[in-house]
């Protein structure tokens, strides 16, 4: 165990002893001599062990829970943590390879993110914790998982705030080509070194599947990324419409398409909102409305102007649905909570005029889960309306 102790502040304490498992700079008292990245002891301020935790100098989150105890965080530790988190995937999702591995807090492994394709692995070091620790806890990966390749996705914003540069690459093994994965009846391909976060977004894979199950008639999928919804709604709908602004993404979309023998997807390189709006103007009508737009707010300051636009498309897709068909409605922007978000399709609703009942309330897929007393890690909503 290590023998470096960080002590708490009273409110540190309290927020440890209520199983917070991040605590604040202000809450800390840190020895200069700490640089990041450590494993520390976490007392009280009687030098009391309540624990352990990683500990980051720059960032703002000094202390991210590991153990209640004095257990050593060595390399069985992080062994046993990728086990647990696989039997979990295992037994959600019998025979299948592709799925979120490790989900940082949720998982117990905090700053580390792993998404398994097949046999190529794609993580992101998030914190200067597992940023020094990532050759050890690549070698269990590829151990536990006979990987041939893992890809290292570390280009991502938040890493700023703990004083780590972006980075992609590949660091063990070679990948050859995109992975090729299944969604129910869906064929879908991620290019792990050119994709979106680590290759896809898995997130939503439950919902996607979801979404042909509602889908009839003419559908339109907003933000459609390369088709995850759209080449599900296109297995029982007549037509859809696909509206996404990035040209690269709508090509491929329109590959995807192809190689699942669809036919009757219709791509739009577009701006949602002005598609919307101008749907509305024309008068068109829809039977099965998706809207998973990309985060609207990243901090809290955000917070409204994002409700405002949730609200814009909102109002639009429910202006646009015939009467008894769904809409699919989506927020990645964990600052606007459930509670939030449920606001402010009320008010969208209200607006339109219509009456709308909420058929699911849903979330990430399973391999996502939520850590109790984390909030952070329930940023996705997924609503499952129907209009009377
Ligand atoms: N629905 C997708 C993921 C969407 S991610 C899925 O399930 O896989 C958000 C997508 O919205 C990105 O592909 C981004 O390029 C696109 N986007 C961002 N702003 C947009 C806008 N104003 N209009 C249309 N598409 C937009």
Redesign the pocket.
Known sequence: MTDVSVKLSRRGLERWRAGHPWIYESDVEAPKSLKGGEVVRVTDHKGYLLGQAFYSRASKISLRWLAWDDVPIDEAWFAARIAAADALRQRLFPGDDTYRLIHGEADGIPGLVVDRYGDALSAQFLVPATEQRKELIASLLEQHFKAKAIVNRSDVGVRKLEGLESFKGVMRGELKGPKVYLEGHVRLSADLLQG?KTG??LD?RE??VLASQYAAGEAL?????????ALQLALKASKVTA????DA?CAQLKENAAANGLSNIETVS????D?LRDAVDEGRKFDTI?L???SFAKNKGAIEAATRGYKEINLRALQLLKPGGHLIS?SCTYHVDEEGFEAMLDSAAADAKRRVQIVEKRGAARDHPVLLGLRETRYLKCFVLRAL
């Open positions: 979106q896809t977004f939503q919902n996607h999928d907003c933000f459609s990324y390369v088709g995850g919804f509206v996404e602004i990035s993404a577009a701006n949602a909102f598609f998706v998973d737009p990309p989506c």
